[in-house]
């Protein structure tokens, strides 16, 4: 059984077909790219498996578990992280305080305490310190560059200690060393047991970090398969060209 | 509870809910444009409409000049009015757009409820001409000449304002701006100068509405509060953003009131108004014609 | 090399000493007339704090406070009259009832207007209090519709009659502002504060949105509804417009906007500099004057200082300890030479 697998998904907006019977499967452990040209669907597909788009046909299963209509807050409670094109943090709260948002601590009194109990901290600063930004832990999150916007995301997501992680454009807007640390953090992690499943337009981003590709075009799976194996593949040069 | 259905009154109480209606509706309307293009509600509004009530009185009063043809005089002036406000008060917002769009226009309101408080003080005035005292009979009910008028003149600058929207160049822009921002900027849309003038226009319309109003209903400097929670309860109900809703929901709303008021008693009929809003919003929280408001993504 | 005060130190000793010196204003100074003015003060910026703990973390802007206001007038007044009691301190027991039943009152009015957001929120909260003003016009029966209600006269001896209001008041405000901090430093505190920054976001997060504002609606009408029913046996007298008056709640937002949104000391500030102006107002100016000073500042304030006055003096103060060196608060410089990311 796959960690993830979308069946089927359809999505019209007005007449436009932005999925149209999209199916895929990642797998426990695996780093996924999905490629595909400009409207072949790939970030609707990523609002509809987290939630926040409802599919007008077919399902998405989470580890068994039937997510097609869940909520965002469901899907990330059952271990899915995911951040956005544009990066999406709290502005006007620091560093740290955005990481405490994401923390899962169950019940009433984690909400009453003090959130600078010293547990929760030190984890949070461990994570802010593996993206590289732990010296930025006090700054108001608005006065950070855009990369290191997108490290407190990335954070943020680890820091719920999800088991799949969706990545929409990481590499977007940032320079060259950073997308470099970015791919290394990745495989780091992959090696700790987490999946992840990415989409860039980066080729060179996705090549040298997937074992996986797929590739959309036109709201459903084109082809899949391993970056050498998809980068020799004339359908998908097509695909780019074409359109 | 005695509930009095009688058919001649029910008529006339229909067809005077459809006259106000329309009154109310043109105010609305601008109100409705407004939010449409900047994005902003503009509780002043309702102090403009007081504003161009008190500025008729003054031109009939003491120049003795006729409430309509005031409104060659009052429109333009309101128009500017609008045009200084938005470059004063309403373009300098960037952050917070919403919150404070709300403050401001409220602070606004309250300047004009000051300056005609301090100028006429609160007693309670209203337009006189001959056609607001005088009327005529349709069947049992009796319609003032002024109520006509009114309706005549609404539906004349809301036809117009279809025709500005959808015949025009700049109508053009105006509905570009309201479907999606950034790409009319893209496509060339000076933004800037077509959210002043739409503003200013809006605020030209309450001179007619201000007329209207101060014409049919005795006011005072403290009326706009009154007014602008009917104002709003009716763009809630028409959706905000739908100029459309404003229309419809200006009239099921003055109909409503003026049907209760006739049927059971009027101490109830806005309060029956309001309430019945409160529920519609429970099942369908965009009004009428509103966009539903999505998740962001 | 100066020794700059213990930070920790000085957070703690400044509100001790504002709260000695609101403990002894009244002795000090016993003027009615001013002491009259401290009461309504002390009023006001407990709703403003209030106001605070649901507007100013969630950035759901309610005009529609007055509601609770004015249920927890009507509360306090119904009780009074029907069970027909007398004057005296028992009677401000009744003050945490109206609080309790404004808070219950605010659950189903919050779960309704809280199904809106943004401006039709503002919009439907105005209204709402436009409703409560009418049936309590038209529920004659019930409320004594514009006739009004009279609350029993306190008994107080005429040297010190304003004390226990006085006094009262201000511990309605301690907890308000407690109640207030104690959020700001919580976790929950942190939710609001991420509804207010990106909701969706946070609900995609595992915020419980719903849930989080309503509480805050809640608690928030709770203190409201406590300073409603003070209000009403301080004045005496109930009248549907007075209590359900939207003016009211535009009043303590101008106050909390004044002083700095989403700050403790802000709201307070706001209520002392605009309740002595109102008074000052009422007294020595025409009509209308009021009207336009408000209205002025209000645009005054929200163009010019956003923040309010609270955070901008901040601003200032920071800026200026770390000009003569004292150090200040570690803020990110604009560019860091690390080997992180640089755009």
């Known amino acids: 059984m796959s960690l993830l697998e979308v069946n089927g998904i359809s999505k019209a907006f007005g007449g436009i077909h932005a999925l149209d ?65 544009i990066v999406r943090i709290f502005s006007r709260l620091t560093v740290m305080e955005n990481m405490h948002i994401a923390v899962q601590r169950r019940g009433v009194r984690s909400l009453l305490r003090r959130w600078t109990a010293p547990d929760e901290r030190a984890h949070a600063q461990e994570l802010l310190d593996f993206v590289g930004i732990s010296h930025l832990t ?36 940032v320079n060259p060393t950073l997308a470099a640390q970015l791919t290394d953090r990745i495989k780091t992690l992959n090696q700790r047991g987490i999946t992840f499943l990415i989409v860039e337009h980066n080729m060179q981003f996705v090549m040298s970090l997937c074992d996986k590709v797929a590739v959309m075009h036109r709201g459903s799976l084109l082809t899949e398969g391993t970056p050498d194996q998809v980068r020799g593949n004339p359908a998908v040069l097509e695909a780019y060209l074409g359109d | 509870m005695p509930f009095n259905v009688n058919p001649a009154e029910l008529f006339g109480a229909v067809l005077d809910g459809i006259l106000t209606g329309t009154v109310y509706a043109l105010m609305a309307t601008g109100l409705s444009l407004i939010f449409g293009v900047l994005d902003i509600i503009d509780v002043a509004q309702a102090g403009y409409v007081i504003l161009a009530a008190y500025l008729s009185f003054v031109l009939q009063g003491v120049l003795h000049i006729d409430l309509f043809l005031g409104l060659l005089i009052t429109m333009p002036l309101l128009f500017l009015v609008g045009l200084a406000v938005e470059l004063a008060f309403i373009r300098p917002l960037k952050r917070e757009r919403t919150q404070l769009s709300i403050l401001v226009t409220f602070g606004i309101g309250l300047v004009i409820e000051g300056v005609l408080g301090m100028a006429f003080g609160t007693t309670e005035q209203g337009l006189q001409a001959w056609y607001v005292t005088h009327g005529f009979q349709i069947g049992n009910a009796y319609v003032p000449y002024m109520y006509v008028f009114a309706f005549i003149l609404a539906v004349v600058l809301i036809a117009a304002l279809f025709v500005l929207l959808y015949r025009t160049k700049f109508g ?126 | 090399m100066k020794r700059s005060l213990n930070p920790r130190l000085v957070k703690i000793v400044w509100p001790l000493l504002l709260l000695v010196a609101a403990i002894l204003f009244p002795l000090v100074f016993p003027n009615p007339a001013l002491d009259n003015i401290a009461v309504l003060t002390l009023m006001y910026a407990a709703m403003a704090t209030a106001w605070n703990i649901f507007s100013g973390y969630t950035g759901y802007n309610s005009l529609g406070h007055s509601t609770f206001f004015g249920f927890g007038a009507y509360v306090i007044a119904l009780i009074s009259v029907d069970k027909g009691l007398e004057g005296g301190f028992s009677l401000f027991l009744l003050v945490p009832v109206a609080g309790v039943v404004a808070a219950l009152a605010a659950i189903p009015i919050g779960w309704i207007t809280l199904r809106t957001r943004g401006h039709a929120f503002v919009v439907i909260t105005l209204i709402t209090v436009f409703i409560f003003q009418l049936l309590a016009f038209n ?142 107002f009422s007294i020595y100016a025409p009509t209308g004057l009021y009207q336009i000073f408000l209205g002025a500042l209000f645009l005054i304030v929200i163009l010019l200082m956003p923040q309010g006055i609270v955070p901008s003096l901040a601003r200032l103060w920071t800026a200026w300890r770390v000009r003569r060196g004292a150090g200040g608060t570690p803020v990110a410089p604009e560019r860091q030479p690390v080997a992180v990311e640089k755009g």
């Open chain 1, 21 to 85: 019977g999209c199916s895929l499967a990642v797998e426990q452990g695996s780093i996924t790219g999905l490629i595909g040209p400009n409207g072949s669907g790939k970030t609707t597909l990523f609002n509809v498996i987290t939630g926040y788009e409802r599919p007008d046909a077919g399902t998405v299963t989470l580890r068994g578990t039937d997510v097609t209509n869940a909520s965002p807050s469901t899907i990330f409670g059952l271990g899915l992280g995911r951040t956005f094109q």
């Open chain 1, 138 to 173: 006090d700054a108001p999150a608005e006065n950070l560059s855009y990369g290191q916007k997108k490290l407190l995301e990335f954070a943020m997501i680890l820091i719920a200690e999800p088991r799949l992680v969706l990545l929409d454009e990481p590499a977007g807007g």
């Open chain 3, 139 to 280: 529920l004659r029966g019930f409320t004594n519709g514009s006739i009004g209600l009279f609350l029993p006269a306190p008994g107080f001896g005429v040297d010190w009659f304003l004390l226990p209001y006085y006094y009262i008041q201000l511990a309605i405000l301690v907890l308000a502002l407690l109640t207030s901090l104690y959020i700001r430093s919580s976790r929950y505190g942190l939710w609001l504060l991420a509804i207010r920054d990106d909701e969706d976001r946070a609900e995609g997060l595992g915020v419980r949105t719903g849930t989080s504002k309503l509480i805050a609606f809640v608690i928030s009408a709770f203190f409201v509804g406590m300073v409603g029913a003070m209000y009403a046996y301080f004045i005496g007298s109930i009248y549907p417009q007075y209590v359900f008056d939207p003016a009211l709640t535009i009043t303590i937002v101008l106050m909390a906007f004044l002083g700095g949104v989403g700050t403790l000391a802000g709201p307070i500030l706001g209520a002392i500099i605009l309740e002595t102006a109102q008074q000052y």
């Open chain 2, 172 to 297: 053009r822009s105006v509905r570009a701006l309201m479907q999606n921002r950034t790409a009319a900027q893209l496509i060339g849309i000076n933004v800037e100068r077509v959210s002043a003038i739409t503003f200013a226009i809006g605020v030209a319309l309450t001179a007619a509405g201000g007329m209207a109003y101060g014409a049919t209903t005795p006011f005072n400097n403290n009326s706009w509060y009154d007014l602008i929670t009917r104002l709003f309860a009716i763009i809630i109900l028409g959706g905000l953003g739908s100029v459309q809703g404003a229309l419809i929901g200006a009239i099921i709303m003055l109909v409503c009131s003026d049907v209760t008021a006739v049927v059971w008693s009027p101490v109830w009929s806005s309060a029956v108004f309001f309430l019945a809003l409160v529920l519609l919003l429970l099942f369908r929280p965009q009004g009428l014609f509103g966009r539903v408001a999505t998740r962001k993504q």
